[in-house]
């Protein structure tokens, strides 16, 4: 295939070590537009949201693998198609597109009973093993794509990326969500917690939300938070039993994975409820009494992204309006890195996002 109009150099913001401080280490380069293998798309990146899983990636929190950098970070992509790889079918030059961050198989047992996230051929996760959309340009297999309705601007499409598509999967698939439950979610002013709040909200729950800055808390009651706790300045379980008149909470969703944050979390479940972990942080650590655990048939789990199914439901929620996208900060590719300092400072309600 003829590519003579993006041969060349793009801009890209590049990591090339593990952030101590935040302020100045993403780089902006000139660096080659990706070459397309045969099953690949290239997408002029539009936006791609900015989260605290990329923010733990480019600190090594996940895991300080040298091989991995540099990198170009972002992995809640939006764009448009700039060109297809040979074997394309699906998608043309000029599609607007959305990306699903992990390369799949498509064909493993796990893949092909709807478990993408627990693909056993796991080819990387876009935006840390493979570059991201920190950038002009990024290079996609085509099955990580998906159309973005035209009802959807790029900037609002970045929520469902994770924001909204982990929600779905951690509430659905491990919660074990019912009708009328008390779901709790620790982080719940956040990127995903103010969308995990609206969809348990939408789901029929009575929800708790946890965080540790009083006026972002206020603001979580726009999202569907009935109850709000102040981790910082109250014994969480407490306040949770006081809320539910000494039931507990049916599920527990622990967004930020501190050793703190997963007691707190085991602490405020009632009998029969559920605690969904979304993180992980090297040295933290989950300790549960095997009496809670048998007799009180409390279930613990964790919840790796999503589906391309649930994927699919959270493109829909959004596109219906039952879901509201929270972007309160947005920035240009060069000072992508300021949102990752309001990030670190706790000063992002909801999500932050790059716009090209």
């Given at each position: 295939m003829?590519?003579?109009?993006?041969?060349?150099?793009m801009?890209?913001?590049?990591?090339h070590d593990?952030?101590s401080?935040?302020?100045?280490n993403l780089?902006?380069?000139?660096?080659?537009i990706?070459?397309l293998?045969?099953?690949d798309?290239?997408?002029?990146v539009k936006?791609?949201?900015?989260g605290?899983?990329?923010?733990?990636?480019m600190?090594g929190?996940?895991?300080?693998?040298?091989t991995l950098?540099?990198?170009i970070?972002?992995?809640?992509?939006?764009?448009?198609?700039?060109e297809?790889?040979?074997?394309v079918?699906n998608?043309?030059k000029?599609?607007r597109v959305i990306v699903?961050?992990f390369?799949?198989c498509?064909?493993c047992k796990?893949?092909l009973?709807?478990k993408?996230?627990?693909?056993?051929?796991?080819?990387g996760?876009?935006?840390r093993?493979?570059?991201g959309g920190?950038a002009?340009y990024v290079?996609v297999?085509?099955n990580?794509?998906?159309?973005?309705p035209?009802?959807?601007?790029?900037?609002?499409?970045?929520?469902i990326?994770?924001?909204?598509?982990a929600?779905?999967?951690a509430l659905?698939s491990r919660?074990q969500m019912?009708?009328?439950?008390t779901?709790?979610?620790?982080?719940?002013?956040?990127?995903v917690?103010?969308?995990?709040?609206?969809?348990?909200?939408?789901?029929?729950?009575?929800?708790?939300?946890v965080?540790?800055?009083?006026?972002?808390?206020?603001r979580?009651?726009?999202?569907g938070?009935?109850?709000?706790?102040?981790a910082s300045?109250?014994?969480v379980?407490?306040e949770?039993?006081k809320a539910?008149?000494?039931?507990g909470?049916d599920?527990v969703?622990?967004?930020v994975?501190?050793?703190k944050?997963m007691?707190d979390?085991?602490n405020?479940?009632g009998r029969a409820?559920?605690?969904?972990?979304?993180t992980?942080?090297p040295?933290?650590?989950i300790?549960a009494?095997?009496?809670?655990?048998v007799l009180e048939?409390?279930?613990?789990?964790?919840?790796?992204?999503?589906?391309k199914?649930?994927?699919l439901?959270a493109l829909e929620?959004?596109r219906s309006?039952?879901v509201?996208?929270?972007i309160s900060?947005?920035?240009?590719?060069?000072?992508?890195?300021k949102?990752?300092?309001?990030?670190?400072?706790?000063?992002?309600?909801g999500r932050g996002v790059?716009v090209s």
């Open positions: 003829v590519r003579a109009a993006l041969e060349g150099k801009k890209a913001m590049v990591l593990w952030v401080k935040w302020g100045n780089k902006s380069e000139e660096v080659t990706p070459k293998g045969p099953s798309v290239l997408v002029e936006a791609c949201g900015v605290l899983s990329v923010s733990n990636f600190m929190a996940i895991g300080k693998n040298p950098l540099p990198k970070p972002g992995d809640e992509i939006t764009g448009v198609v700039a297809t790889g040979t074997a079918q998608f043309a000029g599609d699903y961050i390369v799949t498509d064909h796990y893949c009973s709807g993408q996230d627990l693909c056993v051929n796991f080819g996760w876009i935006g093993h493979l570059n920190y002009e290079k297999p085509s990580c794509l998906f159309k973005l035209d009802e959807v601007s790029f900037v609002d499409g970045t929520v990326n994770t924001a909204l598509a929600s779905v999967h659905e919660g019912q009708l009328g439950e779901v709790m979610i620790i982080g719940a002013a956040g990127g917690g103010v969308h995990m709040s609206q969809l348990a909200k939408l789901y029929g729950a009575r929800v708790i939300g965080d540790v800055d009083d006026d972002k808390l206020k979580t009651s726009e999202f938070v009935d109850v709000r706790i102040n300045k109250s014994d379980a407490e949770v039993k539910t008149a000494g039931r909470a599920i969703v622990d967004l994975g501190s050793s944050t007691g979390a085991l405020s479940l409820g559920r605690f969904v972990n979304l992980t942080h040295g933290s650590k300790e009494p095997s009496g809670k655990l048939e409390i279930v613990i789990t964790g919840s790796r992204y999503t589906t199914h649930e994927f439901k929620l959004i309006g039952r509201k996208p929270v900060q947005s920035s240009t590719l060069s000072e992508v890195e949102l990752h300092v309001l990030l670190a400072e706790n000063k992002l309600l790059m």
